[in-house]
């Protein structure tokens, strides 16, 4: 019991660890940016509104998502493969399996980004839909948009989502290695999405996902707000005729239609059960 409970700690431990320098590095990198190229001018984010809101969901929901994960690998492994066991387990992810686990690994980290993405736009869809919108609210809520806002999203939103969409592709035999690249990318990228940028990426714009491209995304729904669902290729919008940036245009008021929305984390974390 101590044992596990011990364990427990250290991976909280070690996950906090690796978050921490992250931060201070993007909160630096973003404030200066800011400065120079804003989207939205006098916005800073460490003065914002709903700060500690955000902090607190940049800390959890990384921590939540790494134990879920673990867990869904490890019942995945046993109701898919009937592989019990720590020894058996850890061999049987060392380094991916089956036909996907012979591509080089950066061919299987690129196959890991492009399938999730493509996954993660139709999900993305669904929340935008009557059932799934009160879990999918909490990430839209924030009024004052910037980079720490990225991690805002409801547990349900994670887990039927990011989560069960890594752990099908580390199922379907790809090493979970590409972690090693997948994982430093995604964080930094969501966080440039959601910067306070004014960068379009000019023709670049059409090959990934950018702040101006994503900030669209958070404003109403006659607007940028039922478009851009794409997370990192806007291909996904393009290809299905969800994609939107107007010429000359810079997205301005962000935040969803409900003013009495929520601006605490455990608010937030009950609102969709009292929607
Ligand atoms: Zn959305
Ligand atoms: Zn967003």
Redesign the pocket.
């Known amino acids: 019991m101590f044992a596990e409970l011990f364990s427990v700690l250290t991976v909280a431990g070690e996950t906090m660890i690796k978050i921490v320098p992250v931060t201070i590095g993007l909160g630096i990198v973003f404030a200066l940016l800011s400065q120079w190229s804003a989207c939205n001018p006098g916005q800073v984010w460490w003065k914002k509104r709903e700060i500690v809101t955000d902090v607190l969901y940049w800390f959890l929901i990384p921590l939540m998502a790494r134990f879920v994960r673990i867990g869904l690998m490890v019942m995945g492994a046993a109701y898919i493969y009937g592989i019990h066991g720590t020894e058996a387990l850890v061999n049987f992810y060392d380094d991916g399996f089956g036909p996907l686990a012979r591509l080089p690994l950066w061919a299987q980290a690129l196959t890991f980004v492009v399938l999730s993405d493509l996954a993660l736009y139709w999900f993305h869809r669904l929340y935008h839909g009557a059932h799934m919108w009160k879990y999918h609210a909490v ?2 809520s ?1 009024e004052e ?1 910037d980079w720490i ?2 991690a ?1 999203f409801h547990p349900v939103n994670i887990l039927f989502g990011t989560v069960i969409v890594d752990v099908a592709l580390l199922l379907a035999g790809i090493s979970p290695n590409v972690m090693l690249w997948v994982g430093p990318f995604t964080t930094a990228h ?1 966080a440039f ?2 910067a306070n940028l004014n960068w379009t990426l000019g023709p670049l714009k059409y090959v990934i996902a950018g702040p101006v491209f ?2 669209w ?2 404003t109403a729904a006659d607007r940028g707000g039922s478009k851009n669902f794409a997370g990192t290729f806007p291909i996904w919008d393009i290809l299905f005729g969800t994609w939107y940036m107007p010429a000359r245009q810079l997205p301005d008021a962000y935040g969803v239609d409900d003013k009495a929305f929520p601006e605490g984390f455990g608010a937030q974390m009950l609102y969709p059960f009292k929607q």
């Open positions: 990430h839209h924030s948009l806002s990225a805002r969501s999405v959601h994503h900030r995304h958070h």
